[in-house]
């Protein structure tokens, strides 16, 4: 599975930014797909996450500030990121799972979003 990611950049403390991931699999067969985070010298976070069905997670971090969309029928998940603070700045991961192969991870190459005034 391919997972090409788009959106990311520079912002000022306060603003928006959408990132959006596109699957090369059919919906279909996705269970989940997500957004990771990474500050250097940290490990990947789980920051966003949708789950077939429509259910969606956010760690208390983001809660009220990142909104990730469902999953559509073309394979895209979108994550609408307002009221953005410096800390937030990492490289953003698009990650996604099968409904087949629960065990292994997909990973996109990563987008850099820098929140600096």
């Known amino acids: 599975v391919e997972l090409v990611e788009s959106g990311g950049g520079m912002v000022q403390p306060g603003g928006s930014l959408t990132l959006s991931c596109t699957a090369s699999?059919?919906?279909?067969?996705?269970?989940?797909m997500g957004w990771y985070r990474q500050i250097p010298g940290r490990e990947r976070e789980l920051i966003a996450q949708?789950?077939?069905?429509?259910?969606?997670n956010y760690v208390d971090s983001v809660k009220g500030r990142f909104t990730i969309s469902k999953f559509n029928e073309k394979s895209i998940v979108y994550l609408q990121m307002d009221s953005l603070k410096p800390e937030d700045t990492a490289v953003y991961y698009c990650?996604?799972?099968?409904?087949?192969?629960?065990?292994?991870?997909?990973w996109g190459h990563g987008t850099q979003v820098i929140v600096s005034s």
């Open positions: 949708s789950l077939h069905g429509g259910r969606t």
């Open positions: 990650n996604a799972r099968l409904i087949y192969d629960l065990q292994y991870d997909y």
């Open positions: 699999e059919s919906i279909t067969r996705i269970y989940s």
